[in-house]
């Protein structure tokens, strides 16, 4: 799940829903990962990086090589509106 984080203006992390390690944050994402004056993870941005930011640590190939999360069959849900914004 994407999350904003709290305290730090404009970063966006992932968040780990299920296992062992549920509730944690998984990676946090760059600036250039987002649109241009918006809060938001940009598609283009996310499939071009892809390999790159999604390889499960304990997957390997014949050559103990990280293997990425592959992309077909990845749902990516959008929002029809955008969070609010909280006050702390």
């Known amino acids: 799940m ?5 305290g ?3 970063v966006l992390g992932l968040l780990k829903l299920k296992g062992y390690k549920a509730g944690l944050p998984f990676l946090y994402f760059p600036k250039e990962s987002q649109g241009e004056d918006k809060l ?3 598609t283009g941005w996310l499939f071009k990086n892809w390999n790159q930011w999604f390889v499960y640590g304990y997957h390997t ?3 103990d090589e990280l293997i990425a999360l592959p992309i077909e069959g990845t749902m990516i849900i959008r929002r029809s509106k955008p969070a609010p ?4």
């Open 2 to 6: 994407l999350f904003e984080t709290w």
């Open 8 to 10: 730090y203006d404009d």
């Open 40 to 42: 938001s993870l940009e």
């Open 61 to 63: 190939d014949e050559n």
């Open 85 to 88: 914004r909280l006050k702390v």
